[in-house]
């Protein structure tokens, strides 16, 4: 499975990002393993090591099962103003977790990110590819309990 | 014919070579720039920045290390502003390191506690924010203490570029950057293969060999137990320079008095055994030359060689010595043939070695090697370990007198001794393959070809009756990369070999420059310890292995002759294939034949 995503890439270093997304993106846990690693090793002819520390040098990319909704909250000075401290530790207790942890059930992970660009409608936070902003406590129940229902 | 170009150094007018960096420069005309990161043998990474130097005409310091010289370049190494660079960034480095010199395996050797002691720094304005994290002791050879590491990425270079094993890399980034191995696994768990060179060029103590003193002492100081211990070819010429003597200098006779001191019941010598490898190792090169054989023999001395081999050349393993190292056939013999001789249970027999080498530890502990019935060689001491018990037992080695070694198993030639040396076993091995081949004596000895620093070095050499002898020494892994590369694709293509016999070590200047010799290594210093080696097998009566007469006696006593039914059992091995990702066993690679 991890050899036909390379396949879909000519075996050259510079393709390491791409299938480095690739495999992460249509993982349901959002990771990528050490045996994903070991596939694109072989593959690209690139030692592991080297993999492992592209891969931990770039945030976007995690090494360990995430949650089937990554949840990453702007922790950039705007939306601080805007208090999303306050958005963080009701995260936090809403989910039982600390940030870089997944909750038990397997659905949700809290990250931390910098900034969204949408400091308008600060605090801003994505769940995957949606945009979320103007948080309020409230807000945060609400969007939880929905997914959580799905 | 490299151009020239004028620069002025803190006002001196000096001419150099343009492809020099400032560094390079000032090391050349003896002007000390302060530096951490940067090391005279490997290429500049500019981690540091302590080696910081103003360049005149350049609103911001330049660093050293990594900047060219150019025409007309008017360089300041020492100024106000400069100091104030250095010392903030030998503070901020001290203000997340695990300060513990006086206990620290570096101390004194440390090139941050030199410049922190240098710069003056106060301890007391310094905030600690660090918090300690594990160490690394899951590997027999290398324990990895992340609380000590300073970032500088020497190993991680020297580990990637120099030795091309891949197991240490940068992980994470800014702050939280470290250094690990690949998910963080441990080394034990990692491609590493305990070469050690890693330790060798940190400039901290957070990379050390996993000490095994304690529990030498231990069975030194049990009256019961039967102490013995061998010595490697590179650790008489490599004690000399910690204790005021001049670097290289051959120390043969002390260190065994120190050894009986330290209270070691029995006093051999691994030499003798690199002579009874020769033995062992030439006559099966001079069989798989008469047989006509298009695969190569290559040497088996070195354990990094041999774990990095099994990890990225398995299919190769076939053209590998199955002679065990020096090292193993000396372990196996004590425990055998000497307490056979002596009369003594195996049982209360601990085999000490003293190696200037961090991967014999994995050599020792590898199940392979127990054909005694017991694990052939209990401990193994690197040089920097002995150096410390020498220490501890309050000898100094300068003013010892010197003692012979024991009778059994001790006695060594000119070609045992230069084992510890790049072109050292081949060189050894030619001297008695030659006289196994032809029945007659080689004249010249010296084979200098194979000699020297080069990363590869080949020679061929006439041998009457079979033809030209092709063959290649290679030292440092990057350079047995090549090598292998070459005859492997000489076997996929041609189904020949370039060479018939082929001499490895893992660290590049052989075992002088291993990676359990004393901190503060560099190429040159290697170099002047292979120059003692050479020294000695100069001045030896007998400089062929198969001239040892204690040689011809174990033959004759015990094992029959090179390659018997016994030799095999106890003096032969066979390998493994190896995972890239772990480093972990798949499959055997070559049979145990007995």
Redesign the interface.
Known sequence: MFLDICKKYPPTKDNLIYILHEIQDTHPQHYISEEAVQVISEYLAVPVNHIYGVLTFYSMYSTKPRGKYIIRLCESPPCYIKSSDIILRRLKSLLHVNVGETTKDGLFTLELCACLGVCGNAPVMMINDDVYGDLTEEKIDSIIDKLSEV | MIKKVNIWLDGKHLEVPETMTIIEAADKYNVNIPRLCYHPDLPPTANCGVCVVEVAGNPTPKRACCTPVAEGMKIVTNSKLLRSYRKTLVEMILSHHDVVCPTCSANNKCELQTLANNMGVDPDTLPNIMHKAPIDATSPSIVRDVNKCIACGRCVTVC?DVQTV????????GIESQIT???GSGMAN??CVNCGQCTVYCPTGALRENSDIDAVWDAVLDPLKHVIVQEAPAIRVSLAEEFGMELGTITVKKMYAALRKIGFDAVMDTNFTADLTILEEGTECVNKLKSGSKRPLITSCSPGWIKFMETYYPDLADCVSTAKSPMSMFGVLSKTYYAQEQNIDPANIVSVAIMPCIAKKFEARRPEMRDSGFQDTDYVLTTRELLRMIKEAGIDLKYVKEEDADETMSFYTGAGTIFGTTGGVMEAAIRSAYTLVTGEELEEIDITAVRGLEGVKEATIPVPGFGDLHVAVAHGLSNARLVMDRIREGLNTTGESPWHFVEIMACPGGCVGGGGQPYGNNMAMRARRGEGLYHEDRNLPIRKSHHNPEIKRIYERFLGEPNSPLAHRLLHTHYFKRS??NGQVIEEATHKHH
Not at chain 2, 166 to 173: Q, V
Request: charged share 10%; proline share 0%; aromatic share 18%.
């Open positions: 990637n891949y197991a240490l890399t940068f992980s994470d980034r191995s690949a998910f990692s491609a890239v990702n």
